[in-house]
């Protein structure tokens, strides 16, 4: 199984970016996928997850300002982010998990991309 994150970029500030996050593997069926960030020399943090039922989640900070959203049939993670902010600059990271046919099997797994930066100029 494995993420493939885009869109990220540069942007000024109050702007707007949207990034994408594709899964790609023989996918059975996908629980949880959710958007992480790190800033530099910062730990990585929650940003938004999305559950399979569409229940959301945000972290204060980007509250009101980031809406993420899934689509189901392409496998798809998406975070839109308005009203960007210097401090919403950093590497940012899209995870998921949920099951993959092996063989015969629905085996579990739980997978990271490999991260698009975002930079915030003010």
């Known amino acids: 199984v494995q993420l493939q994150a885009s869109g990220g970029g540069l942007v000024q500030a109050g702007g707007s970016l949207r990034l994408s996050c594709a899964v790609s593997?023989?996918?059975?069926?996908?629980?949880?996928m959710g958007w992480h960030r790190q800033a530099p020399g910062k730990k990585r943090e929650l940003v938004a997850v999305?559950?399979?039922?569409?229940?959301?989640n945000y972290a204060d900070s980007v509250k009101g300002r980031f809406i993420i959203s899934r689509d189901n049939a392409k496998n798809t993670v998406y975070l839109q982010m308005n009203s960007l902010k210097p401090e919403d600059t950093a590497v940012y990271y899209c995870n998921a998990d949920g099951k993959y046919y092996s063989g015969s099997y629905r085996t579990n797994f739980g997978s990271w991309g490999q991260g698009t930066l975002v930079t915030v100029s003010s």
């Open positions: 999305i559950t399979s039922g569409g229940s959301t």
């Open positions: 593997g023989n996918i059975f069926s996908i629980n949880y």
